[in-house]
């Protein structure tokens, strides 16, 4: 194989590791008389109806690993659900509805996502002291899972997210100020649930992996306060920006709860347990393996890469160019041969840089006409601070979003190598020009440099893999 096809087919093992499906059938199993889902033991005697709900652009994939794992159980006919997905991640299930919540490429809610949201709440609402709940979450989740309450608007809760995410505010502060303007996300989801037993099986696509953060938390409840959210707003310089009704929503919410937490007594199902399915960890570990059986070794920077999108692919250029042959004393030949073959894995999650604005984005929308990702720009970096195609020679670096999705485009992403540098050299392209516009996908697609997946039914950030061999 080529270093091009070694460095897809490390990145694609660290993507199999994480599959939704068989993340999620890992937890789920009938032993005699008796269902255990993650650690939970439920009797199947005295079970009720089993309702899958949730959310997550890997919503397909785990709800298709809890139908293989119950279909041919005594449980079959009891199992029902709704789990809201992007368009392009619909297919036909035998027991669980999926509704396509949002188009593919648009991270925000929309009055799908609602109208699903609202069937969900409907659903849990019905269940009785008998039932099982099993709650399907992973990254997306706090855009398809939408509910504004009562007196918000879902206009309201765009005009709040976008202020917020154009002041460059993390997700920690975006999720904190959402969650106090809905009906699910805090604990209120499960709030809602009349099941004696939930159990949240989760996909992290944050770094660090906090149940809070994760698809801004519908089944743990919220240390925030509608206070905190008025002093993010107002540190963020943005009440004047927000719909006048919604801070006046807000002001009367920490008038209200001076003395106490309206949702620190939150009524929780009886047992409610959260497993984390997968995460980047695990994708960077099943990476690892892969190369060293196709003989390289390892330097991983591990999963908590948050830092700016196009300084990432400069430091990561720069650090696979320093990578040089080690003298035949500090090496053995016999497991790696007369080469020296480098794999540079690092996971994590950078963000955008807006020119002009300094606003730091998790992904594009939009900038004039230009269209990109984080992963897109990151490779379009590190192509700009090395554009002699003789530093590629024997190099190179794929930049992925596991769900297939980099910004609001059909691509997962980005591969340099030099025969990419020695094409967009004979070009017309001029790669800096495209950097500062942050129109990286419209690069890419001229000089055939896109990584495209389709959606993986999966999501844990990004994954890069930087190959050298010397």
């Known amino acids: 194989m080529s270093l091009r096809d070694d460095a ?19 937890q789920i199993r009938v032993q005699q008389d008796k269902l ?8 199947i005697s005295s079970a009720g109806r089993i309702e899958v709900i949730g959310a997550g652009k890997a919503g397909a994939g785990m709800a298709a690993g809890v139908e ?15 789990v809201n997905v992007p368009a392009d991640c619909v297919r036909p299930m035998k027991y669980i509805q999926l509704h396509a919540a949002r188009p593919a490429g648009l991270n925000e809610p929309t009055q799908e996502a609602v109208r699903g949201t609202q069937e969900i709440l409907r659903r849990v609402r019905s269940l009785s002291e008998s039932d099982v709940c099993i709650v399907l979450l992973s990254g997306g989740a706090s855009a398809l899972l939408c509910s504004p309450t009562s007196g918000i608007s879902l206009s309201d809760k765009l005009s709040v997210t976008r202020a917020l995410a154009g002041s460059g505010a993390p997700i920690h502060e975006l999720n904190l100020v959402r969650t106090q303007l809905s009906q699910v996300k805090g604990g209120r989801l499960a709030a809602a649930c009349r099941a004696h037993t939930l159990v949240a099986l989760i996909i992290s696509d944050v770094i660090g992996d906090p149940l809070e953060v994760i698809g801004s938390g519908p089944t743990i409840p919220s240390a925030s306060r509608a206070a905190d959210a008025l002093l993010v707003l107002r540190d963020r310089q943005l009440l ?3 719909p006048p009704h919604v801070i006046a929503f807000l002001e009367r919410q920490a008038e209200a709860t001076l003395t106490s937490h309206p949702d620190a007594e939150l009524a929780l199902p009886r047992t409610v347990v959260q497993r984390i399915v997968a995460s980047n960890a695990m994708a960077i570990t099943a990476a690892t393996v892969k190369a060293h059986a196709l003989g390289y070794e390892v330097q991983s920077l591990g999963s908590a890469n948050a830092g700016e999108a196009a300084e990432e692919g400069r430091q990561l250029i720069a650090r696979l160019l320093a990578i040089r042959k080690e003298s035949s004393g500090t090496r053995s030949s016999s497991t790696l041969g007369p080469q020296r073959r480098v794999c540079i894995l690092s996971g994590g999650e950078p ?3 807006l020119s002009g604005s300094g606003s730091k984005v998790k992904a594009i929308h939009s900038v004039a006409a230009a269209r990109g990702g984080r992963n897109q720009e990151l490779v379009l970096a590190a192509i700009t601070a090395h ?4 530093d590629w020679k024997n190099t190179v670096l794929l930049s992925a979003g596991t769900d297939g999705e980099d910004g609001p485009t059909d691509a997962a992403g980005a591969i340099a190598d030099q025969d990419l540098v020695q094409r967009i050299a004979a070009s017309e392209f001029d790669p800096d020009s495209y950097l500062a516009r942050h129109d990286s996908y419209a690069f890419f697609d001229a000089v055939a440099g896109l990584f495209k997946t389709g959606p993986t039914h999966t999501n844990v950030m990004d994954l890069r893999v930087g190959l050298r061999c010397l």
């Open 8 to 26: 897809i087919a490390i990145w694609s093992a660290g993507i199999a590791a994480v599959d939704s499906a068989q993340s999620v059938h890992r």
């Open 36 to 43: 255990w889902i993650a650690d939970v033991r439920i009797p």
């Open 68 to 82: 293989a794992a119950l279909v041919t159980t005594n449980f079959s006919d009891r199992i029902s659900g709704w």
């Open 240 to 242: 004047d920006q927000i």
């Open 351 to 353: 963000t955008v840089n």
């Open 387 to 390: 554009q002699n195609s003789a």
